[in-house]
């Protein structure tokens, strides 16, 4: 897998999740904040969760000191704030990608290469 192929993946994804914010501005916080919409979920738990992974995943790929974040268990952030905490990551894998090679994009982890687990991610 090439590089720019997995930056383009990231490069959507976080359009998309920028896009999705802006849509929200102004949302009822009674919306944002309902659960058991989705299983346990609701609109802000699923996008706080998505954040989750997006986190975790950089630290299980490029190892961080310390226990993976949960930011699911904590209370749930507001849009604005959680929009800040997805910008701040972005920054995270900005210059996390300044490191990459096809070489290292094909290395395993868990005998799966890492694009596919950043391929994931982008699903999630």
């Given at each position: 897998?090439?590089?720019?192929?997995v930056?383009?993946?990231?490069?959507?994804?976080?359009?998309?999740?920028?896009?999705?914010?802006?849509?929200?501005?102004?949302?009822?916080?009674?919306?944002?904040?309902?659960?058991?919409?989705i299983?346990?979920?609701?609109?802000?738990?699923?996008l706080?969760?998505?954040?989750?992974?997006?986190?975790?995943?950089?630290?299980?790929?490029?190892?961080?000191?310390?226990e993976?974040?949960?930011p699911?268990?904590?209370?749930?952030p507001?849009l604005?704030?959680?929009a800040?905490m997805?910008?701040?990551?972005?920054?995270?894998?900005?210059?996390?990608q300044?490191?990459?090679?096809?070489?290292?994009?094909?290395?395993?982890?868990?005998?799966?290469p890492?694009?596919?687990?950043?391929?994931?991610v982008?699903?999630?």
């Amino acid at each position: 897998m090439q590089v720019t192929v997995v930056r383009f993946l990231l490069d959507y994804d976080e359009w998309a999740t920028r896009r999705l914010f802006r849509v929200m501005d102004g949302l009822d916080p009674e919306v944002w904040s309902r659960s058991h919409v989705i299983d346990e979920r609701g609109l802000g738990g699923i996008l706080v969760h998505q954040f989750g992974a997006l986190v975790r995943w950089r630290h299980r790929l490029f190892p961080v000191e310390g226990e993976l974040p949960r930011p699911e268990v904590g209370p749930l952030p507001t849009l604005e704030q959680l929009a800040q905490m997805f910008d701040a990551e972005r920054k995270h894998y900005a210059d996390w990608q300044l490191a990459w090679t096809d070489e290292t994009l094909n290395r395993r982890w868990q005998d799966v290469p890492t694009w596919q687990w950043l391929a994931h991610v982008v699903n999630h």
